[in-house]
T-cell receptor, first 111, second 115 residues
Framework: SQKIEQNSEALNIQEGKTATLTCNYT??????LQWYRQDPGRGPVFLLL?????KEKRKERLKVTFDTTLKQSLFHITASQPADSATYLC??????????FGRGTSLIVHP | KAGVTQTPRYLIKTRGQQVTLSCSPI?????VSWYQQTPGQGLQFLFE???????NKGNFPGRFSGRQFSNSRSEMNVSTLELGDSALYLC??????????????FGPGTRLTVL
């Protein structure tokens, strides 16, 4: 079955460092991937969309890469801050397909 | 502009009962999608409505149903509740169909507990 997999273990990093989260997909080739942020008790908030031919996309301190050979997307937060602590979700958007989300990776940034 | 609103925010029901959840999308948004989020399964797509028509459907039993009204507001219904239906139910709206180009805006969710 088609899956999006994210590291279920929480990522703990020190303030100011770069956080890198991984999203792997299996059994299909999405043309797009999205990244969302979710805080406890709240709905996800859209951050970035990357197309398969873009390889890399940036927005302020955020950077997303898309490697179709490895079937992987990496999500980077540079100069991380405690306020960046949240769960980050990777998703294959809908359209012709059923939207599929990874289970998310919890990021904890320590001051 | 007001965000996506969902009512009620919290709900407690018993097995066998039915429940109706409501979602009001952002003004001007015509697509509404529903998701179920649980610790074990993560965020799973239920269905999407666009202009009062169901456009896409996830792999959930027929006990889960929905509809959309002419003002784009949407409701989802779960009949014959089971313990496993306890979850956070999220609604998301977007301008057009929730395709690859469209950012989805999520509501705060309805926390359903089935006893």
């Amino acid at each position: 079955s088609q899956k999006i997999e994210q590291n279920s273990e929480a990522l703990n990093i020190q303030e100011g460092k770069t956080a890198t989260l991984t999203c792997n997909y299996t059994n299909y080739s999405p043309a797009y991937l999205q990244w969302y942020r979710q805080d406890p008790g709240r709905g996800p908030v859209f951050l970035l969309l990357i197309r398969e031919n873009e390889k890399e996309k940036r927005k302020e301190r955020l950077k997303v890469t898309f490697d179709t050979t490895l079937k992987q997307s990496l999500f980077h937060i540079t100069a991380s801050q405690p306020a960046d602590s949240a769960t980050y979700l990777c998703a294959r958007p809908g359209g012709s397909y059923i939207p599929t989300f990874g289970r998310g990776t919890s990021l904890i940034v320590h001051p | 502009k007001a965000g996506v609103t969902q009512t009620p925010r919290y709900l407690i029901k018993t097995r066998g009962q039915q429940v109706t959840l409501s979602c009001s999308p952002i003004s001007g948004h015509r697509s509404v999608s529903w998701y179920q989020q649980t610790p074990g399964q993560g965020l799973q797509f239920l269905f999407e409505y666009f202009s009062e028509t169901q456009r896409n459907k996830g792999n959930f039993p027929g006990r889960f149903s929905g509809r959309q009204f002419s003002n784009s507001r949407s409701e989802m219904n779960v009949s014959t509740l089971e313990l496993g239906d306890s979850a956070l139910y999220l609604c998301a709206s977007s301008l057009e169909s929730s395709g690859e180009y469209n950012e989805q805006f999520f509501g705060p969710g309805t926390r359903l507990t089935v006893l």
